[in-house]
């Protein structure tokens, strides 16, 4: 899953992606009102953690305008202010909960995992191909009743093909979207981890569902005129 942190202290967003990335979701943060405005309206996000006082536009101005776009998304707030004032001004323009600094980061984590329980759908919630089955909320794998202990990136990347089931993925889209950076053809970093995942999750498994498209990239299913390397 990938959430959105907007927060303008850049050691607290630091520790706050840091901490996010080892409970296996996919982190981008924003360090003004701006930016998370337009990453929020850009992307596809599960959920955003949203600072109150952002400079260039507040978290109170971001979550109005985002609420008119994207009605839906989950939203935690994060603020300084333990008026009841502040609270409940959040609340009325949309914020799903809050939090109040200095906050415990397994508090934190606790609500988020409450949040997307509440908005996710079971479809979305847990991802079936074949027999191997991936809950994105309580990051648990399982393949023919058999618990598949991942890291964090393995789970990610996990994730990611098993959301484009049956769809082929360039290696340029995975270093995208599952380590949030530009793609750099000399690295084989894709591949190693494609490598590590088949260890877990087709070794002594059939069939083989994490397959190589030459030329291409990788594909995660049955679908018909695949190679498998």
């Given at each position: 899953?990938?959430?959105?942190?907007?927060?303008?202290?850049?050691?607290?967003?630091?520790?706050?992606?840091?901490?996010?990335?080892?409970?296996?979701?996919?982190?981008?943060?924003?360090a003004d009102g701006e930016e998370a405005e337009s990453l929020?309206?850009?992307?596809?996000?599960?959920?955003?953690?949203?600072?109150?006082?952002?400079p260039r536009r507040s978290g109170f101005e971001v979550l109005s305008h985002l609420r008119r776009k994207k009605p839906s998304l989950p939203v935690l707030l994060l603020t300084a202010h333990?008026?009841?004032?502040?609270?409940?001004?959040?609340?009325?323009?949309?914020?799903?909960?809050?939090?109040?600094?200095?906050?415990?980061f397994s508090e934190l984590c606790a609500r988020i995992r409450a949040l997307l329980r509440r908005g996710q759908r079971r479809s979305d919630a847990v991802l079936k191909v074949d027999s191997l089955e991936l809950n994105r909320i309580e990051h648990s794998v399982v393949r023919a009743g058999r618990a598949i202990d991942l890291t964090p990136?393995?789970?990610?990347?996990l994730e990611y093909l098993m959301l484009n089931n049956r769809r082929r993925v360039t290696r340029a889209m995975i270093i995208e979207h599952v380590w949030n950076m530009s793609f750099d053809?000399?690295?084989?970093?894709?591949?190693v981890y494609i490598n590590y995942l088949r260890s877990k999750v087709d070794e002594g498994f059939e069939p083989k569902l994490i397959r190589t498209i030459r030329g291409v990239g990788y594909q995660l299913g049955l679908a018909a005129g695949m190679e498998e390397h």
């Open positions: 899953m990938r959430i959105l942190v907007a927060e303008d202290d850049a050691s607290l967003a630091k520790f706050l992606r840091k901490g996010l990335e080892t409970e296996n979701y996919a982190v981008d943060c924003a929020a309206a850009e992307h596809d996000y599960d959920l955003l953690v949203l600072d109150i006082n952002l333990g008026r009841v004032e502040d609270r409940v001004r959040g609340l009325d323009l949309g914020a799903d909960d809050y939090i109040v600094k200095p906050f415990s990136k393995e789970f990610a990347l053809s000399t690295t084989n970093v894709v591949d």
